[in-house]
């Protein structure tokens, strides 16, 4: 097992987790079989019960695991599937240690940060790195490591201290270093600065860890003198300093890393087994795009696009497929609706109408709902394709049991405990007391109630398929007949075949709602169906 240990220091956000699976990309492409562990250090227990306002996007695995939203970019680039014990989190290794310490494992020890966090960290790692993580059911060779935050912060020093620790554990040659940095560019002649860059090398050397890989990110290829004086200043050599400039597509980043020999610097041969290839190919189509489709996302984190990364993923892979340039424009659910101030409404109102097609995403809380019943019933009756997923679901429900059965003032429990005919209601097996890791959670199956529909088409005719899901309510199961009766039909039910899981609506272009997230099962070259089946409606291309 080889280890890869991916660090970031100066700033946030420098593309850390593209970085590191980009990385992983290569490993694979050698032919070696790669796994992935994110460690987030904070005191969550996961991802399920922060705000994607502060966070991003909560990913959502197979195993029901609420995770940092990087593990879904290791999904998609390395088509692995991940379970929750891929992200390490403070409250995860804190819970275990203390658990012990309460069971008397260490008894008569005064238990601290070093040895015993330290020691599980080490543990977990090892564990989680030899399980099989993609279809081939092997152990995995490599294992890519992400530690989140920047080097220095006090949140992360055990987890520096760890992986100090770890290359004696399992040998120096069996762990790669690769610290992820900035060179900012600065004056007129656009100078690119390393002292960022020395100082957080220092400090990571001061904790114990002598970088062997330098990945600097800048606006422009790192030139010649910068090289040099990185590696003389950072101890590394000067092949091991690696740029990740800023390039037109995120397909890119595994071939920029390739072309600076990066794996000669790991030791390691790319194989010819086309997967680079495939790699350039996408990164080319991508840039080569023309005929444009505007997508309407009705959402409420608008403002913040990592909020909703994996629906955009699973955009963007559908509109490849079709041929399609993807634009996203970002509509805030609350400006469609009554008694938002007029410039705002109107203009909402306006992008609405020009948008090919409309997707309603997730979400939990009252404000903007009302605007995503508006959307949704816009979309019905005007004959424009549109997706809802999880709550897009439940509006669409909501908004044809009010306009279409007449029942006036009926909305989800969720937003409103007493009313009238509620479309929307509470799962009885959910937790009424614990809101972490409490909701329908996973991959479930899914299946057809009907020979044929367009869902079932764009999935290739399968009988039933397992999607992840993520909600604690769900259509009213006492209304489905009345909503059946008036039109809407119930396409996909779960395995007991009372809850709705697919809605269509059959005398429409594309009316599409799923009560799961199909987002997180999208990948580049394989498209998430029913997103493929909104690309094609809204850019009046014709569905299987
Ligand atoms: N808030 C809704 C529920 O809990 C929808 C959840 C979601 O969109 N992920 O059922």
Request: aromatic share 6%.
């Amino acid at each position: 097992m080889r280890y890869i240990v991916v660090s970031g220091g100066v700033l946030s956000g420098l593309g850390k987790g593209v970085t590191a699976s980009s990385i992983g990309v290569l490993m694979k492409s050698c032919g070696l079989r790669v796994t992935s562990i994110k460690i987030d250090p904070y005191l969550n227990s996961d991802a399920g019960t922060m705000s994607p306002f502060e966070h991003g996007e909560v990913f959502v695995l197979d195993d029901g695991g609420e995770v940092d939203l990087d593990l879904g970019n290791y999904e998609r680039f390395l088509d692995l599937n991940l379970g929750r014990n891929n992200n390490l989190t403070t409250g995860k290794v804190y819970s275990k240690v203390l658990e012990a310490e309460r069971r008397g494992d260490y008894l008569g020890k005064t238990v601290q940060v070093i040895p015993h966090i330290t020691d599980a960290v080490m543990d977990w790692i090892e564990d989680v790195a030899h399980q099989p993580s993609d279809d081939s059911g092997l152990e995995p060779e490599v294992c890519i490591i992400e530690l989140g935050g920047t080097v220095g912060d006090i949140e992360s020093a055990p987890y520096v201290e760890a992986l100090r620790q770890f290359q004696f554990r399992i040998g120096r040659e069996n762990v790669t270093f690769v610290h992820v940095s900035l060179v900012p560019v600065m004056g007129p002649v656009g100078e690119q600065k390393t002292k960022p860059t020395q100082h957080t090398v220092k400090e990571l050397m001061g904790l114990g860890i002598t970088p062997d890989i330098l990945v600097c990110r800048s606006s422009a290829p790192l030139n010649p003198e910068t090289r040099a004086k990185l590696a003389a200043f950072c101890h590394v050599p000067e092949e091991a300093v690696i740029s990740t400039h800023d390039v037109p597509n995120i397909y890119h980043v595994p071939l920029m890393l390739e072309a600076q020999g990066l794996c000669a610097t790991l030791g390691v041969e790319v194989e010819p087994n086309g997967m680079l290839d495939a790699w350039r190919e996408m990164a080319h189509h991508l840039d080569t795009l023309e005929d444009e489709v505007v997508i309407a996302m009705v959402g409420k984190y608008t403002g913040l696009s990592d909020a909703y990364l994996s629906v955009i993923k699973a955009l963007q892979h559908a509109a490849m497929a079709a041929n399609r340039k993807l634009r996203i424009d970002w509509l805030e659910a609350s400006d469609l609706e009554d008694g938002s101030a007029e410039d705002v409404h109107s203009d909402a109102w306006n992008r609405l109408r020009a948008a090919n097609g409309i997707l309603v995403p997730g979400g939990f809380g009252h404000r903007g709902v009302e605007g995503k019943i508006l959307a949704a019933n816009y979309a019905r009756t005007n004959g424009v394709p549109y997706f809802g997923i999880c709550l897009g679901l439940q509006v669409a429900a909501i908004e044809f049991a009010r306009n279409v059965l007449g029942m006036e003032g009926s909305t989800s429990t969720e937003f409103d405990e007493d009313c009238p005919n509620p479309a929307v209601i509470f799962m009885p097996e959910i937790s009424t007391t614990h809101l972490g890791g409490t909701m329908r959670l996973g991959s479930r199956p899914t299946l057809f109630q009907v020979d044929d529909c367009k869902v079932k088409r764009l999935y290739g005719g399968l009988e039933s398929v397992d999607e992840r899901h993520r909600h604690r309510y769900e259509v009213n199961p006492e209304l489905i007949a009345q909503l059946e009766s008036a039109g809407l039909t119930f396409v996909g039910k779960d395995d007991t075949g009372e809850r709705c899981e697919i809605l269509e609506l059959p005398d429409h272009p594309y009316f599409v709602a799923v009560q799961y997230h199909p987002e997180f099962k999208s990948r580049p070259g394989r498209p998430s169906p029913p997103f493929l089946g909104l690309i094609l409606a809204a850019s009046g291309q014709p569905l299987p």
